[in-house]
């Protein structure tokens, strides 16, 4: 499995933790993020085996997550603190 960067997570993280609606789903863009695509479906992936969103979808229609869960609020904290 491929590892993605700290500022790859930082940045998924952040868009998500915009997200307050547990019902919503957030669709990444990775030109907005400013990751490259491979970038940003790496990073999604990684977090999502360790459960930091409440919700995510990977589809056709791309990538989508949910608010932040506790683990990834933490995880957020984590790598934006140290």
């Known amino acids: 499995?491929?590892?993605p960067s700290k500022a790859d997570c930082i940045a998924i993280l952040s868009a998500?933790?915009?997200v307050s609606d547990t019902e919503t789903l957030l669709p990444l863009d990775h030109t907005d993020l400013g990751?490259?695509?491979n970038a940003m479906v790496t990073a999604a992936a990684f977090l999502t085996e360790r459960d930091c969103f409440s919700?995510?979808?990977f589809g056709v229609a791309?990538?989508?997550v949910g608010a932040l869960?506790?683990?990834g609020r933490l995880r957020l904290d984590q790598l934006a603190n140290g």
């Open 16 to 18: 998500a933790s915009r």
């Open 35 to 37: 990751l490259s695509r």
């Open 69 to 71: 869960s506790l683990q």
């Open 55 to 57: 919700r995510y979808s």
């Open 62 to 64: 791309g990538v989508s």
């Open 1 to 3: 499995m491929l590892y």
